[in-house]
């Protein structure tokens, strides 16, 4: 060491422990602003995790009944089945395609609305951006139970549309289960999720011939083979989802 510093001149010296200086002051500096910023980093960082969590809803009974409790809290559920469809339009037009300000505009439009008068829940098709679930639940305190239609209306089997689904076959059940459990990967942990809701009066679908609402099927047209396929499906996928989601509730919808 004292060898390498007689080879050195004044000049070079000077400039050798004003670098060292220059560092030392940088790396307290660094040290200083972390030690002091940490703390707010902290906090910023467990408040993003804990927006980020999904909610707990349980189901419980006690001496009243049954009641829903979401984190922690009793939920009675005051909703709404909701979706967006402008005049003119079908079932083609997808709210969700069109530009993020005209979504925000439709979702003030209704949801302003349905906070007004306390609405605190909206049933709405598995359709829904994950983003669009959270900003409805953390703007308006509405949260969303996911119906997935489960074949409903018609399904694409093996990449062919099937309009009428037939819950017998085994190639449409594996497909539709597979399509379900999918759902529930994708909103389990999303924030405003209240719970699962499958199908759409599928009972109903077992008898009528079309997509038109007709009279309540008579005990002479109810299907119980029909029925017994459909039902035992969503046994079946329920059953499997609640391994996968055990946050959320599982239901359909009759």
Excluded: C
Aim: aromatic letters at 12%.
């Amino acid at each position: 060491y004292n060898n390498t510093i007689s080879r050195i001149t004044p000049f070079r010296e000077r400039r050798i422990m004003s670098r060292i200086l220059e560092f030392t002051s940088i790396k307290t500096s660094r040290n200083f602003l972390l030690h002091l910023l940490l703390p707010s980093l902290l906090l910023v960082l467990s408040m993003s995790v804990a927006q980020a969590a999904p909610d707990k809803v349980v189901l419980q009974k006690d001496a009243k009944g049954w009641k829903m409790k979401v984190n922690g809290k009793d939920l009675y559920v005051k909703g709404y089945v909701w979706g967006y469809s402008p005049k003119g339009e079908n079932y083609t037009y997808s709210l969700w395609n069109q530009e993020e300000e005209f979504i925000k505009k439709v979702l003030e439009q209704d949801f302003s609305l349905m906070k007004k008068a306390n609405v605190n829940a909206v049933r709405t098709f598995s359709t829904i951006p994950t983003k669009w679930v959270t900003y409805i639940y953390r703007k308006y305190g509405i949260m969303s139970v996911i119906n997935p239609l489960m074949g409903r209306y018609g399904a694409t089997i093996n990449g062919t549309w099937v309009p009428n689904t037939d819950y017998s076959d085994p190639v449409t059940r594996k497909v539709l289960k597979e399509d379900v459990l999918k759902d529930v990967r994708k909103f389990k942990d999303v924030p405003g999720v209240l719970m699962f809701a499958l199908g759409n009066e599928s009972n109903y679908g077992l008898s009528w011939s079309s997509f038109e609402i007709e009279n309540l099927p008579t005990a002479e047209a109810r299907n119980v083979k029909k029925a017994t396929y459909l039902y035992s499906l969503y046994e079946e996928v329920i059953s499997a989802g609640k391994a996968i989601d055990k946050n959320h509730p599982f239901s359909i919808v009759n």
